[in-house]
T-cell receptor, first 113, second 116 residues
Framework: GDSVTQMEGPVTLSEEAFLTINCTYT??????LFWYVQYPGEGLQLLLKATKADDKGSNKGFEATYRKETTSFHLEKGSVQVSDSAVYFCALSDQGGAQKLVFGQGTRLTINP | EAGVVQSPRYKIIEKKQPVAFWCNPISGHNTLYWYLQNLGQGPELLIRYENEEAVDDSQLPKDRFSAERLKGVDSTLKIQPAELGDSAVYLC??????????????FGAGTRLSVL
C-alpha cells in the first residue's frame, strides 16, 4: 500500500539556520503531496502542496518540489525562526484530495534563539 | 469563517466506559473524515463520509467503534467500551469533496482521549 517515510526527529536548529526535512513516498499512480504543520495545542494546518511532478509548493518561506524520479518531497526553508517550532508531517493522497491522506510519522522541529 | 470544530478538547475516562466525540465541519464541506493519531505518529484514517454515507470505513474497528453523520453535516464518533490502547488524539477533517487534486482537507484541533 501507499506509505510515506520522513526524516526522524527531533531536529533542533538555531535561528536563521537552513532547514531540510526529508520525505520519500511509495504510491501507485500519481499522488498529490502535502506538508502539514502542527503547532503546540493546535490542529494540523496545510503548509504547502504539489499535485504533479516537478511542481513546487511554497508558503511562509517554506518550499518543496515534487520529484517523481526520486519519489521525494523534501521540505526546505532558507532561514528558520523561533516561530517555526512545530511538528511537520509529510502526506500523500492518491486519486485526488478527496481520498484519505497517508501521513509520515512527523518530525518535531525546535528552533533556538 | 469558522474552521472545523471538535469537542471536547480533552476527555479522561476509565476503561470499559463509553465515550463520544463530536465534529462540526466547515460549512459547505461534503466530505468528513475521522483520523486517529497515536503519540509520536502521523494520523491514520478511521472513516470517511461523503455527505451522510460512509464510503470508507475499512480501518474502523467495528467491534467497539461507531460513527454517524445523520444529516450530512456534523458527526459523532463513539467508542464502547473504551480500552487502554484507545488513548490517542482523534482528529476530524473536512473538505469540499469531489475528485479534484486541489481538494484540501482542513483539520480540527482534535480530542485528546486518556483511558485510565
Amino acid at each position: 500500500g501507499d506509505s510515506v517515510t520522513q526524516m526522524e526527529g527531533p531536529v533542533t536548529l538555531s535561528e536563521e539556520a537552513f532547514l531540510t526535512i526529508n520525505c520519500t513516498y511509495t504510491a501507485t499512480g500519481y499522488p498529490s503531496l502535502f506538508w502539514y504543520v502542527q503547532y503546540p495545542g493546535e490542529g494540523l494546518q496545510l503548509l504547502l502542496k504539489a499535485t504533479k511532478a516537478d511542481d513546487k509548493g511554497s508558503n511562509k518561506g517554506f518550499e518543496a518540489t515534487y520529484r517523481k524520479e526520486t519519489t521525494s518531497f523534501h521540505l526546505e526553508k532558507g532561514s528558520v525562526q523561533v516561530s517555526d517550532s512545530a511538528v511537520y508531517f509529510c502526506a500523500l493522497s492518491d486519486q485526488g484530495g478527496a481520498q484519505k491522506l497517508v501521513f509520515g510519522q512527523g518530525t518535531r522541529l525546535t528552533i533556538n534563539p | 469563517e469558522a474552521g472545523v470544530v471538535q469537542s471536547p478538547r480533552y476527555k479522561i475516562i476509565e476503561k470499559k466506559q463509553p465515550v463520544a466525540f463530536w465534529c462540526n465541519p466547515i460549512s459547505g464541506h461534503n466530505t468528513l473524515y475521522w483520523y486517529l493519531q497515536n503519540l509520536g505518529q502521523g494520523p491514520e484514517l478511521l472513516i470517511r463520509y461523503e455527505n451522510e454515507e460512509a464510503v470508507d470505513d475499512s480501518q474502523l474497528p467495528k467491534d467497539r467503534f461507531s460513527a454517524e453523520r445523520l444529516k450530512g453535516v456534523d458527526s459523532t464518533l463513539k467508542i464502547q467500551p473504551a480500552e487502554l490502547g484507545d488513548s490517542a488524539v482523534y482528529l476530524c477533517a473536512s473538505s469540499l469533496g469531489g475528485q479534484g487534486r486541489e481538494n484540501i482537507q482542513y483539520f480540527g484541533a482534535g480530542t485528546r482521549l486518556s483511558v485510565l
